[in-house]
């Protein structure tokens, strides 16, 4: 497995497996490896030759009050999972060398944005045109993401088809600790009495999934189930909860078609987010 820094060297190997006609899959993350991550290189080593993944605390996608400085990072511990898991290729740039001096093109998505985690982190949404870059960089036939973050799993495959990429772009299912806690690189903030706390994020989503699957269809009487079950936590602070389509991200009042549940909840300083996606 090889560990590159520059786009050019990534590039002229993309290249020499094209040549071969060999099929390349996908991974983008900030690094900090764990479970989640893994699941998604696992699904793109079962679908394609090659898996490509990219570590990049992207610094573009932090506002000035956020994490990006302690923002964990282990590229070791890193480099070892995707080895274990198959890869072929990390992707590790410097920020200079993703954004040299200059830069000021931007992938503008407007509508998908405009809710959820785009509303409390506004410039969050400059993932897309990182994840721009990385496509035009790796060329890959599928890239992977987690339900995980299922705004910007719809936000990137909205983009994908808006700006004719031939990407198949796979949604892949949220991996939770045993207790219930869905993985997160962020859940190393969290003390012993914040990490039971958090559990409360699973908890109030499962109260929402019990009144879904006992037949429930009104979007408010959902949300209101699960900010009654978070706000039993002292330690909880509703960021978000919400009701929305999927594929547009626009809230609804009856549950029909693809829906999208999600909330964001800090736990202490701790910002954490889960869901659950309904087919109706
Ligand atoms: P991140 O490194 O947090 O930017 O995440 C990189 C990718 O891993 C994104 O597509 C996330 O949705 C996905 N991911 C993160 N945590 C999980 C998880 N617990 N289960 C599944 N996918 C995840």
Same mark, same amino acid.
């Given at each position: ?30 690094? !900090? ?7 998604? =290189?696992?699904?793109? &080593?079962?679908?394609? +030759? ?22 964990? *990072?282990?590229?070791?511990? @890193? /480099? ?10 990390? #992707? ?16 503008? =998505? $407007? ?11 506004? %410039?969050?949404? &400059? ?7 990385? #496509? $035009? ?20 495959? *909205? =983009? ?5 990429? +031939? ?8 991996? *939770?600790?045993? @207790? ?6 962020? $859940?190393? !903030?969290?003390?012993?009495?914040? &990490? ?6 699973? *908890?109030?989503?499962? /109260?929402?999934?019990?009144? %879904?699957? /006992?037949?429930?269809? &009104? ?19 509703? @960021? !978000? ?32 987010? @889960? $869901? #659950?996606?309904?087919?109706?």
């Amino acid at each position: 497995m090889k560990v590159e820094g520059t786009v050019k060297s990534v590039k002229d190997q993309v290249k020499e497996w094209k040549k071969e006609g060999l099929s390349i899959g996908f991974v983008p993350t900030m690094g !900090y490896l764990h479970e989640g991550h893994k699941s998604l =290189m696992d699904a793109a &080593r079962k679908g394609n +030759d090659k898996v490509v993944v990219s570590i990049f605390v992207n610094p573009m996608q932090f506002g000035p009050t956020e994490d990006l400085a302690s923002y964990p *990072r282990d590229l070791e511990a @890193d /480099a070892k999972l995707c080895e274990a898991a198959g890869a072929s290729l990390i #992707f590790h740039p410097e920020p200079e060398e993703m954004y040299k001096d200059g830069f000021c093109s931007f992938v503008d =998505m $407007n509508g998908l944005t405009n809710a959820l985690c785009g509303l409390s982190r506004p %410039v969050h949404f &400059r993932v897309c045109t990182v994840v721009n870059k990385l #496509f $035009n960089i790796v060329q890959p036939d599928k890239a992977y993401f987690g339900e995980k973050d299922a705004q910007q799993l719809a936000v990137i495959k *909205r =983009m994908v088809t808006d700006l004719n990429m +031939d990407i198949e772009i796979v949604g892949c299912p949220i991996i *939770r600790e045993a @207790d219930g806690l869905a993985k997160s690189s962020r $859940n190393t !903030y969290l003390n012993a009495e914040e &990490r039971q706390a958090a559990l409360v994020l699973n *908890r109030s989503l499962k /109260a929402g999934k019990a009144l %879904v699957d /006992a037949g429930e269809t &009104r979007a408010c009487v959902i949300k209101s189930a699960i900010t009654a079950e978070i706000e039993k936590e002292p330690l909880a602070k509703i @960021d !978000y909860v919400d009701v929305v389509d999927f594929d547009t991200i626009t809230p609804v009042e009856k549950l029909e078609g693809s829906i999208l549940v999600a909330i964001a909840v800090y736990i202490g300083k701790t910002r954490l987010i @889960d $869901n #659950f996606i309904v087919e109706k």
